[in-house]
């Protein structure tokens, strides 16, 4: 089934670092690729996606592009800030009729001043 | 920005006892999904609904749960006798017609079972 693997955290920056979160993925076709965030104590937010291969998916300074050759959309921003903090997921839906999303189990970031 | 709400936001039940949380979704979305996370883990999928029934479910989602859409705007979970390893976050979550462009998620009820 499909799966998606995310790098562990807890990660821990300094303001105004670069930024990596890696996230791989296991799927047949064609998924779509998504970032959601989860501020503390807050719900699910739609941070960013890609619908298919090549595609960049972009917002509020963060970009991911979908890498059908290394099945991968890594999460990176250039100059994270302290309001980035938060749990950052990467998910999936299938390209079947499927409609239910597969998440990873969320990278943890935490960038001090 | 259309949001979805859930409420409560947190809600505290005895074991054995039934709960039921409440969403209600975006107006125009036709798709409706609860998930669910564990403190610590992943957010798992539970069941997704569309047209008064429902369209996919997970292993999670046995006989104690149950969805319903009440009326034209409600969307709830139900819980028949809760167990302790049913504390969780419990999302609703919908979409329109192109899940693609991804799913509009709430703000979560925090289910704690004592």
């Known amino acids: 089934g499909d799966s998606v693997t995310q790098m562990e955290g807890p990660v821990t920056l300094s303001e105004e670092a670069f930024l990596t979160i890696n996230c791989t993925y296991t799927a047949t076709g064609y998924p779509s690729l998504f970032w959601y965030v989860q501020y503390p104590g807050e719900g699910l937010q739609l941070l960013l996606k890609?619908?298919?291969?090549?595609d960049k998916g972009s917002n509020k300074g963060f970009e991911a592009t979908y890498r059908k050759e290394t099945t991968s959309f890594h999460l990176e921003k250039g100059s994270v800030q302290v309001s980035d903090s938060a749990v950052y997921f990467c998910a999936l839906k299938s390209s079947g009729s499927a409609r239910q999303l597969t998440f990873g189990s969320g990278t943890q970031l935490t960038v001090l001043p | 920005e259309p949001e979805v709400t859930q409420t409560p936001s947190h809600q505290v039940t005895q074991m054995g006892q039934e709960v039921i949380l409440r969403c209600v979704p975006i107006?125009?979305?036709?798709?409706f999904y609860w998930y669910r996370q564990i403190l610590g883990q992943k957010v798992e999928f539970l069941v997704s609904?569309?047209?008064?029934?429902?369209?996919?479910k997970s292993e999670i989602f046995d006989d104690q749960f149950s969805v319903e859409r009440p009326d034209g705007s409600n969307f709830t979970l139900k819980i028949r006798s809760t167990k302790l390893e049913d504390s969780a976050m419990y999302f609703c979550?919908?979409?329109?017609?192109?899940?693609?462009?991804?799913?509009?998620f709430g703000s979560g009820t925090r289910l704690t079972v004592v």
């Open positions: 609904f569309y047209n008064n029934e429902i369209s996919e």
């Open positions: 890609a619908t298919k291969a090549d």
């Open positions: 107006s125009n979305h036709l798709y």
């Open positions: 979550a919908s979409s329109d017609r192109a899940p693609r462009e991804g799913y509009t």
